[in-house]
């Protein structure tokens, strides 16, 4: 399919602010997409509540507007610049969440304005746990076992449940952090006694926790007529429990078979063509290595901040690719600007190996040092080498921290083995410590 | 110990010796697949081939997550980056070295494979010698020269017993385990040879299927299955795969180059025009598509970047193959359909 003629004036809405939990890499792929939105002849109106970004740059976009992130300001913008189109999936979860707010409150009913790239369904599924879990069953695809329990059904159910370990939320805090691990059925009828007792008209919600198990994410790009590709793989050094923001990441896995590399692409692509996303997406899996079982954990309908990793350790420009799908392109259309002879459709192979290791302030803020469900780095480094060595140490010695500089670590031997066992930005220097101190690699992976 | 890679052009690459401790002599090709090396050394279409593992890592997960395509190493040799990540957990390294000790194969570690593989983008394929000494040999003889297929071909024809009724005719000139696999779950197969006297196989078959293989399908040794696929042509449904599709191509009257470096490794996309396929190559010769004028084949399927014909299918007859493998082992399965087109061509429900 080539360019969509009636897309004429595109509203791109940005991230906003550069947070602790949010990095700067959504206006790599913001800038991406307005220039190769304006290389089709497109015009293009920016909507960032962040002046300091280089997408308020007069280069990258037509029009722009330095205005919070709200449907008011979309509406007064849609209505004054004759907007046609929006493309909310390059702002990541900020803009995302417009976009939902937007349907929501009828605009599209109201002006001629649509959203383009992935629909507004497929990100509505992507982000509403329920309606994915639905459709993961549907089409027989693995999610974590979950379970419901009300004050009818519990005294029944729970002996039959085998689930365990099991994160625990209540009805009222669903999709906020309040989950809770429960790893035996006295600990679990213990809960729901005291639960129902004084709340009988709630709900709570089980579902198999993941932690402690191999967490892989696939980036994969769908055109218009269905072709599926997948960009990279990336393998996390921190199994589930351990946001993968927060988490080490190499570019290409390191430790999965032939097999099990290509059950998980396969389910990916199954997934992702279920949904019917058009563009860019990441997909994160749960593998267990010993059972051969893998989970769905979740779907990002969007460029993420995996994309920006993926599209910088493959060079494969996704957030271009993705925009141009956008307008109508499909994945056989378009050229590889990188190479300039080949197409877009391809699987990036790598000679080489890149490792991400994010940047904590930990050296600047005295907080609690230990990492897990929740992002407190605030950047990243990357290296790249011809080995899993060469590339871990470039980004090791990019952190400039001081225990980057010394590799050591002065401290007793149990602090050693604490700081190995508990996830903090100081384990990787916990290991090479140990190594160094000539423990053996059994000793240390039993850790 | 020290081990040279000594090239055509003079060129010297010095790395550590791992495997077999012995000599070895190929023609040096490499793969971008960055899994699958157990699959990829056991593949029979490698045969008389160095492979170097454009990949660096190789060996890093455990050999026993890999699969055999084959019951031996093909590879002449390995040449890698990086594969001594020692596997400690399952004595994984070991087991390697053993694997290869055991059918000779030789490899080399430690070598700027990334220069290697730019070398042969640029000068194409070349002979290769694998020595403990680095003196150049005044001679390099076309591996390709020999009757490759010879080695890997099946010596006595063999049964798979199939369910479906349909009775298949598999021409094994080199295949692959996951092949077979793959076409018994269709039909019963009978596997013959590729020197078979092919007009008095006792066995019943509608349909023939021809395997992947190594070498060049021009060899003088391949022209008894290529005049038999000429001869059966006019009445019977014929597949291939790689090998056996540049062989149905020949005997159908159309002809095959050899390609400047070919297309190995696992990320290779070929399109029919509208739709994408990543597909797993391994291929040194692709079919000419010009010489199909007047044949009846039609090219229906090509690689997106070069425009390698990748897949031919008859105007009229039930005849269809395809260069790739759709069968991965290593690599991803976009291509699955082709077992399903076969399925609806042979009428399995």
């Known amino acids: ?447 | 110990m020290n081990r040279y890679l000594i090239l055509e052009d003079g060129t010297v690459l010095k790395g550590v010796a791992f495997g077999y401790a012995g000599d070895s002599y190929g023609e040096i090709v490499f793969t971008t697949s960055m899994t699958g090396y157990l699959e990829s050394i056991t593949d029979p279409s490698y045969r008389n081939q160095i492979l170097t593992f454009a990949s660096p890592t190789v060996a890093n997960y455990p050999l026993r997550m890999g699969l055999f395509e084959s019951d031996s190493v093909q590879v002449a040799g390995v040449v890698a980056r990086d594969a001594h990540a020692k596997l400690v957990i399952d004595q994984s390294w070991l087991y390697f070295n053993q694997l290869l000790e055991e059918h000779k194969v030789p490899g080399i570690d430690l070598v700027d494979t990334r220069l290697l593989v730019r070398k042969i983008r640029e000068k194409g394929v070349m002979r290769a010698y694998m020595s403990s000494s680095p003196e150049v040999p005044g001679e390099f003889p076309d591996p390709m020269d020999e009757d490759v297929v010879a080695k890997v071909s099946c010596s006595e024809p063999y049964h798979v017993k199939g369910e479906s009724g349909h009775r298949v005719l598999f021409i094994d000139v080199g295949a692959k385990k996951s092949l077979v696999k793959e076409l018994s779950m269709l039909a019963d197969l009978y596997v013959v040879p590729y020197n078979s006297d092919f007009d008095r196989i006792e066995y019943d078959y509608d349909s023939i299927f021809i395997s992947n293989g190594p070498g060049d399908p021009s060899h003088q040794s391949l022209s008894k299955v290529a005049d038999f696929i000429r001869k059966r042509s006019v009445d019977t449904h014929i597949y291939g795969v790689c090998l056996g599709h540049q062989l149905i191509s020949l005997a159908l009257g159309g002809k095959t180059m050899k390609m400047k470096f070919g297309h190995r490794g696992s990320n290779h996309a070929v399109t029919d025009g509208k739709r994408i396929f990543i597909t797993t190559h391994n291929h040194g010769y692709a079919v000419d598509r010009d010489s199909l004028e007047n044949t009846g084949l039609m090219v229906t399927q090509w690689d997106i970047n070069d425009g390698s014909v990748e897949m031919v299918r008859h105007e009229e007859k039930p005849i269809f193959s395809v260069q790739y493998h759709p069968e991965a082992s290593p690599g991803p399965r976009d291509a699955k359909w082709f077992f399903e087109d076969i399925r609806k061509d042979l009428g399995v429900r």
């Not at chain 1, 700081?419 to 000539?438: G, N, W």
Request: aromatic share 6%.
């Open chain 1, 1 to 447: 399919m080539p360019l969509d003629k009636s897309i004429k004036k595109v509203l791109v809405i940005g991230s906003g602010p550069v947070v602790i939990g949010q990095a700067a890499e959504f206006d790599y792929a913001g800038s991406q997409a307005c220039l190769s939105l304006r290389e089709e002849g497109i015009e293009v109106v920016l909507l960032n509540s962040n002046p300091a970004t280089i997408q308020t740059d007069h280069s990258v976009a037509d029009r722009i507007y330095i205005e919070p992130i709200s449907v008011e300001a979309v509406e007064r913008i849609i209505a004054k610049e004759k907007i046609d189109s929006i493309l909310p999936t390059m702002g990541g979860q900020t803009a995302l969440n417009l976009a939902l707010k937007l349907k929501r409150e009828g605009i599209f009913e109201k002006y001629p304005v649509r959203i383009i790239g992935t629909p507004i369904e497929t990100i509505d599924t992507a982000e509403d746990r329920e309606k994915f879990h639905r459709l993961m069953l549907e089409i027989n695809e693995p999610v974590a076992p979950s379970a419901r329990l009300t004050v009818h059904n519990y005294m029944d159910d729970i002996p039959k449940l085998d689930i365990y370990p099991l994160i625990v939320r209540t009805s009222f805090s669903l999709g906020g952090s309040g989950g809770k691990i429960l790893r035996t059925k006295e600990e679990l009828s213990a809960l729901a006694n005291e639960f129902f007792r004084v709340y009988s008209d709630e709900v709570l919600e089980l579902e198999k926790s993941l932690e402690g198990i191999m967490e892989i994410e696939y980036e994969v790009i769908r055109d218009n007529a269905g072709n599926c590709i997948t960009i990279c793989n990336m393998e996390n050094l921190d199994p589930m429990g351990v946001h993968t923001g927060e988490s080490i990441v190499v570019t290409p896995s390191q430790t999965m078979s032939d097999q099990e590399y290509h059950n998980l692409r396969d389910s990916a692509i199954k997934v992702i063509s279920a949904l019917g996303i058009k563009g860019a997406c990441n997909i994160q899996f749960a593998l267990n290595q010993e059972t051969e079982e893998y989970y769905i954990v979740e779907v990002n309908p969007r460029t993420s901040r995996s994309s920006a990793l993926a599209s910088k350790a493959s060079g494969y420009p996704i957030a271009r690719t993705s925009s141009k799908i956008a307008v109508g392109y499909n994945l056989t259309e378009i050229i590889n600007p990188i190479t300039k002879n080949t197409y877009a459709a391809f699987e990036p192979s790598l000679d080489y190996i890149t490792v991400k290791i994010p940047r904590w302030p930990f050296d600047k803020f005295e907080v609690e040092r230990k990492i897990g469900v929740q992002m407190k780095s605030i950047g990243e480094v990357m290296g790249i080498g011809r080995t899993f060595e060469e590339a871990f140490f470039k980004a090791i010695a990019s952190l400039e921290t001081k225990e980057s500089k010394s590799l050591r670590l002065p401290v007793s031997d149990e602090k050693l083995r604490e700081l190995i066992r508990t996830p903090s930005d100081l384990r990787i220097y916990a290991i090479i410590e140990a190594l160094l101190r000539k423990w053996s690699p059994e000793e240390v992976s039993s850790l």
